[in-house]
């Protein structure tokens, strides 16, 4: 499986693997950059989840689950844009709210 650091990994959510880890909600239609996307939900589930991404803050791990949005090109089925937010605040680390946009095309 894929291991990369950073938000640009974001897309593991969707391996087949991964996938099991969250649930998924079909939100509807929304073109971007020209192309038709499918546009889907997904929250991962704390007790499902086996390697959550990990905040290091003050010689203290914690560990990070996720919820977002991804639109989803529908002849190819490319993650064209991905928003990936907390799932809930982390409450030991003063971190209340942690956002990443991500575009898998050129502007």
Known sequence: MPLSQGFANSWVHFYPANRPQASFRYLGQQPVQGHDTFVIAFAQIPS??????????????????????????????????????????????SLQKLTAVIRFFED
């Open 48 to 93: 499902a989840v086996q390697s959550p991404g990990e905040l290091r803050f003050e010689g203290h791990t914690y560990p990070i689950l996720y919820q977002g949005i991804a639109w989803v090109e529908q002849s190819e089925f490319r993650i064209m844009r991905l928003r990936t937010d907390l799932l809930a605040p982390i409450e030991k680390a």
